[in-house]
């Protein structure tokens, strides 16, 4: 049974760097064909993708927040850990871990986790 | 980086037929993948690729792609159909950047 589940601080203050811990279970970090991907979701507002990273380590980010995001994993404790710095109000939201199996016939994210709401204010 | 365009909301009455879009350019690249997601809940993977389903998705959910835009349609529609849909591909710049869609609401009626 393929789960993963986010943990990390409720609330974080303005300029504060925000951690953020996804825990899986049930499949291995080192699976060539699978990733880890962090997503969120501001109230109310649409998905937002953020950042990647692969069994060998490769990484990719959004364009618009890559100066601020640093994606890593421990495959050992089968966890990948996502850094946010300088955080602002506009990024309270509720962040996701998600898995993405690669394949050709296409990419999907095809389990989340149930969400964490981060709140960003002073 | 690629915008993928839905319509905000649609609306269908019970048992009928919808289809969403999704408009990018990266579309013309990539297969879309597409996600419900209903009110409190993480969204669920509901189409990828050309047009597969996850286990246990109900076949009334397909998928179809042409030039720059992907559809979801939904064949006879249900009550618990009624979410918020998002449509995913890669970036158009390749490797594995992604870009979410705008959503679009479902009401079934």
């Known amino acids: 049974q393929v789960t993963l589940k986010e943990s990390g601080p409720v609330l974080v203050k303005p300029t504060e760097t925000l951690t953020l811990t996804c825990t899986v279970s049930?499949?291995?970090?080192?699976?060539?064909?699978?990733?880890v991907s962090w997503i969120r979701q501001p109230p109310g507002k649409a998905l937002e993708w953020l950042a990647h990273?692969?069994?060998?380590?490769?990484?990719s980010y959004s364009t618009s927040l890559k100066s601020r995001l640093t994606i890593s994993k421990d495959t050992s404790k089968s966890q990948v850990v996502l850094t946010m710095t300088n955080m602002d109000p506009v990024d309270t939201a509720t962040y996701y871990c998600?898995?993405?199996?690669?394949?050709?016939?296409?990419?999907?994210?095809?389990?989340w986790g149930q969400g964490t709401l981060v709140t960003v204010s002073s | 980086s690629s915008e993928l365009t839905q319509d905000p909301a649609v609306s269908v009455a019970l048992g009928q037929t919808v289809r969403i879009t999704c408009q990018g350019d990266?579309?013309?690249?990539?297969?879309a993948s597409w996600y419900q997601q209903k009110p409190g809940q993480a969204p669920v993977l509901v189409i990828y690729?050309?047009?597969n389903r996850p286990s246990g998705i109900p076949d009334r959910f397909s998928g179809s792609s042409s030039g720059n835009t992907a559809s979801l349609t939904i064949t006879g529609a249900q009550a618990e159909d009624e979410a918020d849909y998002y449509c995913?591909?890669?970036?158009?710049?390749?490797?594995?950047?992604?870009?979410f869609g705008t959503g679009t609401k479902v009401t079934v009626l």
């Open positions: 998600a898995r993405i199996s690669i394949g050709i016939e296409g990419d999907g994210f095809d389990y």
């Open positions: 049930g499949f291995s970090l080192s699976n060539a064909r699978m990733g």
């Open positions: 990273i692969f069994s060998n380590d490769e990484k």
């Open positions: 990266s579309l013309r690249s990539y297969y």
């Open positions: 690729g050309k047009n």
């Open positions: 995913n591909s890669r970036d158009s710049s390749g490797n594995h950047l992604y870009v």
